[in-house]
């Protein structure tokens, strides 16, 4: 395969080159895969790197609050039998963390790309993408990220100021509604959305949203769900052009859903049903989600939760009740400092099993589920959470204890069971 940075302007190649020894160094010293801060030190270089990256691709840019990793992967995985594809798949979302992925790719490759929900227009604008993929907006981090309000007025912004091809967006969602009807075209995907804490304000008129069945509307102004194109059935995704069983090996409705906005972003860039489907159901886990491993010698799945929202999914995934199961709650930069998001999350769905509450936070989670009637202990560390939980009467031998985890908790047990950033 054809180097991509052959075709690139000599600055470029300098930037990706200085990138690549940046980077090696950085993993050279242990400081993790290095790519991120080799992406920075092209980009001091360079700083329209991503321009040149891109000049001349298929692009594709993924959003959201909660499951743009998880898609960008699946859109990957869908595109791949049909074309070269690069992606930033290990969820570095940020220009650093895209240059350091584009660097090496073939010049006709695909670009997925994750983007973090307060990048997407000078992503975008960087990039101008043919194809934008808009999950869902939610409260995330209340102490580090805007109003949701405000990131769905940016993500309006600049798909006026660079329209793509295509939008493909969450006609449940009204505020990502909102942001993308003013796209030119738009693919709208039903997903049954039922998590609609962060959409009671309509965003256009800040009167009232009324969810009614599977619709809703705005009761002041003509803000109102769109007529999608594709509906999120238990185990296929309903079309205009038929419909499309799906037997995915990643679990629960979540991941049927981010499978529809895979398959939609796979029809609009002309790849087949097959070779779409055969790639969706091939992905097992996702950047260690979902991950069945070993963990201090323990039988464990890793699961990634960190905020109301990405919890109302999880809480769906985890194993039956009342399989015992382990919460990990941290709060540094990363997770944001404020936990007082964990008051929004729905705990009392835990009632009918035993929870241990670990991670940095794990008191104030404590004092959650004590409120939740939720029976439960604390454990300083994994180990222990895991020794707990393994030693309760409703845990089966041999199954994997469920770990939950909010972000930085998670990368800590996923670097323990091997996996790197
Ligand atoms: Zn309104």
Redesign the pocket.
């Known amino acids: 395969m054809p180097s991509r940075s052959t075709s690139l302007p000599i600055r470029s190649r300098l930037a990706v080159g200085v990138g690549r020894l940046v980077a090696a160094s950085s993993k050279a010293v242990h400081l993790g895969s290095g790519s991120v801060i080799g992406g920075r030190a092209a980009l001091v270089v360079n700083p329209q790197l991503l321009r040149d990256l891109t000049a001349g691709r298929d692009v594709v840019i993924v959003s959201a609050t909660n499951g743009k990793t998880t898609t960008t992967r699946l859109i990957a995985a869908a595109l791949a039998g049909d074309r070269a594809v690069v992606s930033n798949s290990m969820g570095a979302n940020m220009t650093a963390g895209i240059v350091a992925a584009l660097g090496g790719a073939a010049a006709n490759a695909t670009a997925v790309l994750e983007v973090d929900e307060r990048w997407v227009a000078g992503v975008l604008r960087a990039t101008s993408a043919g194809t934008v993929v808009l999950l869902n907006l939610s409260r995330d981090q209340l102490d580090r990220t805007q109003e949701v309000r405000k990131l769905a007025e940016a993500w309006r912004t600049c798909l006026t100021a660079t329209p793509p091809t295509t939008v493909i967006a969450n006609a449940d969602d009204p505020l990502v509604v909102w942001a993308a009807q003013v796209a030119p075209h738009v693919i709208w995907v039903a997903t049954g959305q039922d998590w609609r804490a962060d959409a009671a304000g309509?965003?256009?008129?800040?009167?009232?949203?009324s969810f009614t069945g599977a619709t809703w509307r705005?009761?002041?102004?003509?803000?109102a769900r769109p007529e999608p194109a594709m509906s999120v059935e238990d185990s296929a995704i309903a079309t205009d052009a038929g419909r499309v069983p799906l037997s995915m090996r990643l679990p629960g409705r979540v991941n049927i859903v981010n499978a529809a906005f895979a398959l939609a972003t796979a029809r609009s860039l002309a790849v087949p049903d097959d070779i779409a489907v055969a790639g969706l159901q091939s992905v097992e886990e996702v950047a260690g989600r979902y991950r069945v491993t070993s963990l201090a010698g323990r039988p464990v799945r890793l699961l990634l939760a960190k905020n109301p929202a990405g919890w109302h999914e999880a809480i769906e995934l985890l194993a039956d009740p009342p399989a015992p199961v382990v919460v990990s709650i941290n709060a540094r930069i990363a997770d944001g400092h404020d936990p007082s998001w964990l008051w929004d999350v729905d705990f009392e769905r835990l009632r009918s099993r035993f929870v241990v509450a670990t991670g940095e936070r794990r008191h104030d989670l404590a004092v959650r589920l004590r409120y939740a009637d939720v029976e439960h202990v604390t454990a300083d560390t994994i180990d222990e959470a895991l020794r707990v939980a393994m030693g309760r009467p409703a845990y089966i031998a041999g199954r994997p204890v469920d770990i939950a985890a909010n972000y930085t908790a998670f990368q800590e047990y996923f670097e323990r069971v091997g996996g790197s950033q």
């Open positions: 309509c965003p256009q008129c800040a009167g009232r949203i705005c009761t002041d102004c003509e803000l």
